[in-house]
């Protein structure tokens, strides 16, 4: 008797958040005046893209000139000054209104109003995407050192001159953990796209943070309504620049919507699953009508652009968008290619059940492939209302792959390590790679083996920290011995 080994590994060490990454500032019922940034910069980067975000919310209804934008150190140098000479309408109103709605509840119909109500705020506000060199700002860069940048804004209202200001703080953090052949991504980002919102951040601006972040591949899944095969294949363009300008692989998929046959009572259930390896849009209506049902859509993406195209689960089990509620273990395609975001920090209360879920799927013999992905919806207009969306999640879920060789611009290298099981979920940049040792050869992870019953193999672990912290449990899950914890 042999039996086969799938080497299966997922990285959930600290399921803690930043929450910080937020523009810095106040709102109210004046001039305001932030500093968007992800709040983190990993070595050995020198830069850090950041969106400089003024906005008039005066209560008096006037309008604002905008003169200039100018960045200082806190030594008080002047670092850059943006010439600006634009009029900011006031959208006081607009915010006041948005706000009430926001302190009704959430509902779906809600939540569409106050982004056409956002939508209408593009003339009261004025964006600036910069990359800072952070050593103007800090000379002498270290692991963990914080890094102070202060923005001062020069309005002229009324026939008066106001100044306000603001400052934001960017921690440098070390780099990510190291191993030959592994390289990190998130496979799981929306831009302007998803909304049709020019306040949505870019594909470049998500790029070049990726970048601050020690990213070697991003996957873009934007979805519908608003998606459509104009702004697709504009996208699709989009990153090819990025990729060539950036030399790092930026690659375009869709997030889509099946339908669920049984909503529940107060909310409609519509469970997600992430398109990758495309070559043409699929276009996903909006509830009630998606793309079909879960077993409908696997199909749909397979046959898309065959044999490249594949398919995910997003976050299985979010509380609206809950995959096994609805559609049970359908999660494979017919070439037995699947996987599911075993980690999203939007739902990180759902990971055990999650994981749960993957191990029951990993018993039934399916290699089913478990990452961590960010998806990430923030957008600029939200920097000015904290109340409303709290927090970037961009860079607070990894996931790591094993592509030996790899040149850094081959996006289909990243399909066929998610394919084949080659990845690592982390929650929090941490690293840990594990390989198999039998009958004098090293297997690595999403490799499989057969074993004769009663022989010997050693598992090693190999595990890394981030930011100073220590690995300090390990886990190991088997479908033929007890679990082992050391």
């Known amino acids: 008797m042999k039996m086969r080994i799938n080497l299966i590994l997922v990285l959930t060490l600290a399921l803690f958040l930043f929450l910080g990454g937020v523009a810095a500032g106040e709102q109210g019922d004046e001039l305001v005046l932030k500093i968007d940034t992800l709040g983190t910069v990993r070595a050995p980067a020198k830069t850090a893209p950041v969106v400089l975000v003024a906005g008039n919310f005066k209560a008096d209804g006037k309008d604002a000139l905008l003169n200039k934008l100018t960045l200082k150190n806190t030594r008080g140098q002047v670092v850059k000054t943006i010439t600006v000479g634009k009029t900011l309408a006031n959208v006081a109103d607009m915010a006041r209104k948005a706000r009430n709605l926001k302190s009704k509840g959430d509902s779906e119909e809600r939540g569409k109003e106050i982004v056409k109500l956002l939508k209408t705020g593009e003339k009261g506000l004025y964006l600036q995407s910069v990359s800072l060199d952070l050593e103007k700002f800090e000379s002498d860069l270290q692991p963990e050192s914080t890094i102070t940048v202060q923005l001062e804004a020069e309005f002229r209202v009324g026939g008066k001159t106001e100044i306000i200001t603001t400052q934001a703080n960017i921690v440098y953090l070390s780099r990510q953990p190291y191993a030959a052949n592994w390289f990190s991504g998130d496979g799981h980002i929306h831009t302007a796209y998803s909304t049709n919102d020019s306040f949505y951040k870019t594909i470049d601006t998500r790029v070049k943070e990726g970048l601050s972040l020690g990213y070697s591949w991003l996957i873009f899944t934007d979805h519908g309504p608003d998606l459509t095969q104009e702004t697709w294949n504009a996208s699709k363009q989009e990153a090819l620049q990025a990729m060539q300008r950036y030399w790092t692989s930026v ?50 993406v397979e046959n898309s652009n065959r044999p490249d195209s594949f398919g995910f689960i997003a976050h299985p089990n979010s509380s609206w968008y809950p995959w096994f509620d609805v559609w049970g273990d359908i999660v494979t395609d017919s070439k037995g290619v699947g996987g599911l975001e075993v980690y999203n920090p939007h739902t990180p209360g759902t990971t055990p059940a999650t994981l749960a879920e ?53 996006p289909g290298a990243v399909y066929e390590a998610l394919k084949k099981g080659r990845a690592v979920a982390s929650s929090d940049g941490s690293l840990a790679m594990a390989t198999l040792s039998y009958g004098g050869k090293t297997y690595q992870i999403g490799d499989e083996v057969e074993i004769a019953s009663g022989d010997a193999f050693q598992i090693n672990v190999d595990a890394k920290g981030v930011d100073s912290k220590r690995v300090s449990k390990i886990r190991l899950v088997s479908n033929y011995a007890d679990t082992e914890r050391y």
């Open 251 to 300: 690659m375009i998929g869709e997030e889509l919507s099946t339908n669920d046959p049984a909503p529940g009572p107060l909310l409609p259930r519509d469970p997600h699953y992430l398109a990758y390896g495309l070559d043409s849009f699929i276009p996903n209506p909006e509830y009630p009508i998606g793309t079909g049902t879960g077993r409908q859509t696997i199909d749909l």
């Open 358 to 410: 993957w191990d029951q799927l990993l018993r039934q013999g399916k290699k089913i492939t478990g990452t961590a992905n960010s998806d990430a919806h923030y957008y600029w207009t939200a920097g000015l209302f904290e109340w409303l969306i709290d927090f970037d999640s961009f860079g607070k879920g990894t996931t790591y792959l094993y592509m030996p060789g790899w040149s850094g611009t081959d």
